[in-house]
């Protein structure tokens, strides 16, 4: 049966001077054919490394501008795909729909849809907590790790600062996201970033993503996704060979240095983070020079 779904008019995105990349969509993933996911893929097609760059709650694709010419300058492939529900990509409007498994199993099906390998994994927030997820199951895509301000939740509490936000989040009449990140963010964002992080949403309707996400973070005992999480630690812990750079902002309250920390004792040769002192949740805000040292790092400058 499709899925009910609201699809963002294209016009809320025509003034993006910051993200003149070309969107691209696949409709056709396996139990997924109702919807229409959106995303960018930059840099040489045949490129050996691919940079799989995904977004959290509640922003898009947009939030990696500026890592993504930094990736692609070096000769490599960036595809960010916007999760369903958030930017150019179709928006069920049933918050029930919204689910841990349907969210990770629709990236395994684009990864397989676009038949990605040689993958360097970088995520943030919910992008890290389903991405984290995804190697264990895809074996051989993987072969690099760039991490910021997430998590791998197994059902324990995670930080008060996540606690007061899935709080807030449940009790507003509506989350202001470009509003959001501009408060996170600072001066690293502008008024044309503002319009471009509320794009996406023309009104309420159009943000059922945006409501479910703080409440489907298995920060809880008993919650989906707990599982795939414990499975993940295990991985990371035990059998993740490949290389991992991980950058911290050192402002976030939610996803900041102590859970970062906690991050880092679960992967396998993680070494010391890049601590970004004036970045908060929203790392990528200042992601030129994370991009460029993750390069370096990776020797892929």
Known sequence: MPIEALRTPEARFAILPAFPYEPRYVDDLPGYESLRLGYIDEGPADAETVFLCLHGEPSWSYLYRKMIPVITAAGHRAVAPDLLGFGRSDKPVDDAVYTFDFHRESLKRFIERLDLSGITLVCQDWGGILGLTLPMDMTGRFTRLLA?????????????????????????????????????????????????????????????GVRRFPQLVPAEPGMDGIEHGKRARKFWSNDWSGETFMAVGMRDGVLGQPVMEELRSQIRGCPEPMQIEDAGHFVQEYGEPIARRALEHFKLA
Do not use: C, H
């Not at 449940?170 to 600072?186: C, F, Q």
């Open 148 to 208: 910021m301000n997430t998590a791998i939740p197994i059902g324990e509490p995670i930080s008060p600062g996540f606690a007061q936000w899935k709080a807030f989040s449940a009790a507003v009449s509506e989350i202001p996201t470009g509003g959001l990140i501009a408060t996170d963010a600072r001066e690293a964002v502008n008024l044309l970033d503002v319009l471009a992080y509320d794009a996406p949403f023309p009104d309420n309707r159009y943000k059922a």
